[in-house]
């Protein structure tokens, strides 16, 4: 044999070679991964968002991990998919933590609360700032590991039948809102009501609920709101970024591989970005949509209405605090660190878009 095929030769055992020891844990046997979701089947935005996770996490890990994906109503309702996954009869799910306030108030902060976090400073506290780890303690008390999967950004304030000209025309209103921003909403005179999403439309309808709230123009759009109620708040107090979670049985989460952990913190990496970005890049399209093809008008609470939202706010959060001593520590963290991140952000990205509006005439 010549120096050169000696050489050609050896490169290619030692290729097989490097690739037989850099995957031992592909070599396992393939796992199948039930995932249930709060979201309707196909619904841009949020239900497209979860099915493309669910596809993805098969995808990166070319099938060792397969994934079952079940909408809401599919296996379990919407909101049962949370005791779905904690008692183990399927892996994960997809949803809004603030789902759960009722069985921990703490869950609120990890999609979001009144004054909170815009999708950039939840991320930031998330990942660099202590967020996770007090979400995993939080999680671990029931039996769960959850991964930020999606961020739909700073959420409009509702939809409702009537000009909201003062707090005081909250008051008796019926009212689509979970999590602490309902909570906001019923110390203001609210009645309040946490349905899923498949349901709002049709209690908007039948006149079962006044008002509600949900994502943004994009999604909003296909829910076809605008057939009930015609007056579109701007900007929300409750949900300044709402982040969503990809919750796994923490038995399950645990008994996966590094490398198989590694595949899906990588989907819901990915995911977690294009959610937000395709709000991002389609709100302003049907927001013209929603305003110029279905006569919607666009309208904003005025400052007295936003101060009355700030004190029944700041109820809350005390109420939260007084719940445990585990909901106190991820509330003032979470305040400690909105402030720290806010204020930078104040000074430059807020700083620059304020004048760069105002220039443009934006």
């Known amino acids: 044999m010549d120096r050169r095929s000696f050489i050609k030769k050896a490169g290619v ?15 396992q046997d393939k796992k199948t991964l039930t995932i249930v979701s709060t979201w309707p089947r196909d619904f841009p935005g949020l239900g497209l968002s979860a099915q493309r996770l669910a596809a993805r996490i098969t995808e990166l890990s070319e099938g060792r991990l397969t994934t079952e ?33 009722g069985k921990h108030p703490g869950f609120a902060y990890f999609t979001a609360v009144p004054f909170g976090m815009t999708s950039p400073e939840w991320n930031a506290w998330i990942k660099f700032k202590g967020g996770q780890a007090l979400w995993d303690e939080l999680s671990a ?17 509702g939809w409702f039948n009537k000009e909201i000209n003062s707090a005081d025309d909250l ?10 921003g309902g909570t ?15 349901q709002i439309y049709e209690n908007l309808v039948s006149g079962a609920i006044e008002a509600t709230e949900w994502v943004g123009p994009y999604n909003d759009f296909f829910m076809k709101f605008y057939e009930a109620a015609k007056f579109y708040y701007t900007a929300g107090m409750h949900e300044p970024g709402g982040g969503l979670a990809f919750g ?12 198989e952990k590694a595949i899906v913190e990588a989907a819901c990496n990915e995911e977690h970005a294009a959610q937000h970005e395709e ?15 279905h006569g919607v008008q666009l309208r904003s609470f005025d400052d007295d209405t936003w101060d009355a939202f700030g004190e029944a706010a700041a109820e809350v959060f005390a109420e939260t605090r007084d719940h445990s001593p585990l ?36």
């Open 184 to 198: 906001v909403m019923s110390k203001l005179g609210v009645s309040t009501v946490s349905l899923p999403g498949g």
């Open 279 to 293: 709000a991002s890049a389609n709100n302003g399209e049907y927001l013209g949509k929603l305003i110029n093809d």
């Open 327 to 362: 909901a106190a520590k991820i509330n003032d963290d979470f305040q400690a660190k909105l402030r720290e991140i806010g204020a930078f952000r104040k000074q430059a990205e807020i700083g620059f878009s304020n004048q760069r509006n105002r220039v443009l005439g934006l």
């Open 171 to 180: 008051k008796g209103l019926k009212m689509r809102i979970p999590g602490l």
């Open 248 to 259: 796994m049985n923490k038995s399950w989460w645990e008994g996966l591989s590094d490398w």
């Open 13 to 27: 055992a030692g290729t097989v070679g490097a690739a037989a020891l850099a995957t031992p844990a592909i070599a």
């Open 141 to 157: 008390e029931f039996g769960l590991k959850a991964l930020a999967c999606g961020g739909t950004g700073t959420q409009m304030g």
């Open 69 to 101: 994906y079940f909408a809401a109503g599919e296996r379990v309702g919407a909101f049962d998919v949370f005791d779905e996954v904690a008692s183990g009869n399927s892996q994960a799910y997809i949803a809004a933590d603030y789902y759960w306030v």
